[in-house]
């Protein structure tokens, strides 16, 4: 009976910490995790209660998809809070992504992919928010807001049919990532919204995490800079 009062006494679990100071937090999600509460008492567990544990009044500044992994950045306090939330807004915070892809993307990509250096492609499609299908977005041309993703290729895998590519999103607009790669025809393996059977049960997870994260502290102004390794 001990051992059972201690298993219930350390969960949750602390969140994977790759940086704490008085000031933030930057820590590892796990896939299926959520970053805040949701609807319903079976949706209470997620990032931010777990940290709030451990590190009492820590803020959410940013999320990430339920299903992705990695990187996520919060709040000590709420003028640090305040400070990198008006970061993320002008774009000040530095993202970078992995994730593996079905099919293998051309070396000289078609529209409305293009072209740039370093082996760079972006995609520019405005994504709206599907009403009859929500959460589910879609690319709009006419309600869709701009949206902007630059990706490339990192590792092709000819004998399975796909690609390991890195992602970073210009724009934050809700499953940008999953909706551009899919419109172009190389979806998320895993991804239970936007990607098609084969490549859906590809993966028993969807495979896309928040690798690299560079911002400026909050408070004092050094650069700061994290990475975290996917597991896939």
Do not use: N
Not at 72 to 101: D, G, I, P, T
Not at 129 to 136: G, Q, S
Not at 161 to 176: F, N
């Amino acid at each position: 009976m001990a051992a059972t009062d201690g298993a219930a006494a350390d969960w949750p679990p602390q969140p994977a910490c790759l940086h704490a100071d008085d000031d933030l937090l930057v820590l590892e999600k796990p896939a299926g995790l959520l970053c805040v509460p949701g609807r319903g008492p079976d949706k209470q567990d997620c990032l931010s209660a777990r940290a709030q544990r451990h590190w009492p009044g820590a803020l959410i500044v940013h999320r990430l998809d339920q299903a992705t992994s990695g990187l996520v950045l919060m709040a000590r306090h709420a003028e640090a809070q305040r400070r990198l939330s008006l970061a993320f807004e002008q774009r000040q915070v530095r993202k970078r992504y992995q994730a593996v892809v079905q099919g293998m993307p051309p070396v000289a990509p078609a529209a409305p992919a293009t072209r740039e250096d370093g082996g760079w492609q972006s995609i520019d499609l405005p994504i709206a928010a599907d009403w009859e299908r929500r959460p589910l977005r879609i690319v709009d041309a006419v309600r869709g807001k701009p949206s902007l993703t630059r990706w490339r290729v990192l590792k092709r895998d000819a004998a399975a049919g796909t690609c390991r590519v890195e992602l970073e999103p210009v724009t934050g607009r809700t499953h940008q990532l999953r909706v551009h790669l899919a419109a172009i025809g190389h979806p998320i393996l895993g991804d239970a919204l936007y990607a098609d059977g084969s490549a859906l049960a590809a993966a028993h997870r969807l495979l896309l995490h928040a690798c690299a994260m560079g911002f400026a502290h909050p408070m004092h102004g050094a650069p700061c800079e994290f990475r975290s390794d996917p597991a896939f």
